[in-house]
């Protein structure tokens, strides 16, 4: 009986997490603040190739420009975008993105702002 309850249990917090889009395993928001900010995400989101570097002042900067995020309990948002909001699961350097519970993007997080782009005209 102690078996059944605690499957239904796992069961339970599986479901849980995947539909309200937190990965299971996600960091939490400090551990995304001290990873992200002030640093710059080099990687992939489905079959796109990008650099984001997030300053501390909450905006972030990419090659199409850049905007507003916020570190949230649900992971990093994109106040007034279609973007929504995106889990984040990192080991040591390397961070991968979840949102609504689906593996959307990996990459690798580099100390600093690394991000080289086109002069401006």
């Not at 309200?20 to 796109?48: I, W």
């Not at 994109?78 to 959307?104: K, M, R």
């Amino acid at each position: 009986m102690r078996t059944l309850r605690n499957s239904v249990l796992a069961l339970a917090t599986t479901v849980s997490c995947v539909f309200s889009g937190v990965a299971l395993g996600a960091s939490s928001a400090d551990e995304v603040r001290v990873a992200l900010v002030g640093n710059t995400f080099k990687g992939s989101m489905g079959s796109d190739v990008y650099s984001s570097y997030f300053a501390a002042d909450g905006t972030y900067k990419d090659a199409f420009g850049g905007g507003n995020y916020e570190i949230r309990a649900e992971g990093v948002c994109y106040p007034g975008t279609d973007f929504g909001c995106y889990a984040a699961q990192i080991s040591g350097n390397e961070l991968e993105w979840f949102q609504n519970g689906e593996n959307v993007g990996t990459g690798v997080i580099e100390e600093g702002d690394t991000l080289v782009l086109p002069p401006s005209e």
